[in-house]
């Protein structure tokens, strides 16, 4: 998450989304640069050199950025698309890209025999659990290996006896060995170490099973820790345009803008309180804008009273009182030109002004992942 307080430049003037015109009904939609998203994949390619393949991490709806239009833009130079579970699987495959899906965790048992009919490479952290998946038929794994993520997979101690059964089982085809890096955006001693023993567990590795491919880098590694690349890298983050380390922020465009309309418009007298709570009172004569999005759009409701803002004409407005499900209050009151059904950017650029994703992240206390993932399915996207 990006430190409080630290402001990013805005890119250059180019780095605008191109003119998109949207339907005067619609009350939040989205709108996806897919040209931002493929200069970021150009970005990562930079970074990892000509060798490594890509495995562009598309889970949670693309990190709510529409994953069909995510995938067909990114399908160029990536070899392999991370997902969480087999329903977002068959969504990355109604793409039709002919790459390979990851399922990225663990599956349930009743979702074995759909990950191998649909020849889904499969996460484990045992033999025992790839034997369980090979009784549907041939299947290729990842095999998951633990060194500090505490989450999924084998200890770095079982990894090399855990690999020579598999080897040995007659349905299971190793595919690729990989760790996850939880600390490498705020812990760079800690992750050294983690790399430094895994490369030397990879090399015992891969005598016992030559071909099968290792990746350890997220978007964090990608960025700090590139010479680790091995034969895979998985960005997430980064192929939107967002940095997990603000000093690499202008390296990268943001691919998403987030907007809404005014919907009703009031003149709202000295102590008159706003929303539920009562917890903003003006202080002097107002003028209020009814924005249509609220907390069910994803529009975090942890954002009220911490200094959240829009931007309507180009200027920044405040956010009044609690967000509701399905409503904002902003404060227009140096804006007498707005009109009902308005644009109001709630993360984008607007003029001279922008709202980036880390700053609603922010100001809810949370990290900019959950803000993306969390916009909500009746928010329209639209892929530009």
């Not at 999924?152 to 890096?181: K, N, P, W």
């Not at 705020?186 to 016992?208: G, K, M, N």
């Not at 002097?284 to 994803?298: E, F, N």
């Not at 009182?321 to 140096?334: A, C, E, L, Y």
Request: aromatic share 6%; proline share 5%; net charge neutral.
């Amino acid at each position: 998450m990006r430190r409080p307080g630290v402001r990013i430049p805005l890119p250059p003037l180019h780095h605008h989304m191109p003119a998109l015109s949207v339907p005067d009904h619609l009350r939040t939609w989205v709108e996806i640069n897919l040209g931002a998203l493929q200069r970021n994949l150009a970005f990562v390619r930079k970074r990892i050199g000509p060798q490594p393949g890509i495995l562009a991490v598309v889970k949670a709806n693309a990190y709510g950025h529409g994953v069909e239009g995510v995938v067909r833009a990114l399908a160029g130079d990536t070899e392999v698309f991370g997902v969480a579970n087999v329903k977002e699987a068959l969504e990355v495959a109604s793409a039709s890209t002919s790459r390979c899906v990851m399922l990225l965790s663990p599956c349930l048992p009743a979702e074995y025999e759909m990950a191998v009919r649909s020849g889904y490479i499969v996460t484990v952290s045992s033999a025992e659990e790839a034997l369980a998946y090979s009784r549907y038929g041939d299947v290729r794994v990842n095999f998951k290996v633990d060194t500090g993520m505490g989450r999924a997979g084998c200890s770095s101690a079982l990894a090399v006896d855990e690999v020579r059964q598999m080897l040995g089982m007659e349905h299971v085809f190793l595919y690729s060995i990989s760790t996850h890096l939880p600390s490498a955006d705020e812990d760079s001693d800690f992750t050294i170490a983690q790399l430094t023993s895994f490369d030397v567990l990879s090399d015992q590795l891969r005598a016992i099973a030559p071909g099968v491919k290792f990746h350890v880098l997220n978007s964090a590694g990608v960025l700090t820790r590139p010479e680790h690349r091995f034969d895979l890298v998985r960005p997430g983050l980064i192929l939107y345009g967002v940095s997990p380390l603000p000093e690499y922020s202008m390296k990268l465009e943001p691919v998403l803008s987030w907007k809404s309309r005014v919907v009703l418009l009031r003149d709202l007298p000295a102590g008159a309180s706003v929303s539920y709570g009562r917890s903003f009172i003006a202080q002097k004569p107002i003028r209020t804008a009814l924005v249509a999005v609220g907390y069910a759009d994803g529009f975090p409701r942890q954002v009220s009273g911490r200094g959240a803002s829009v931007l309507v004409r180009g200027v920044r407005c405040a956010v009044l009182g609690r967000v509701t499900m399905d409503q904002i209050v902003v404060d227009v009151s140096m804006l007498p030109e707005v009109r009902l059904g308005d644009e109001v950017t709630l993360v984008g650029r607007d003029g001279a002004e922008r709202n980036d994703v880390d700053d609603l992240a922010s100001q809810a206390g949370t990290i900019s992942w959950e803000i993306l993932s969390g916009i909500g399915r009746r928010v329209e996207r639209f892929h530009v």
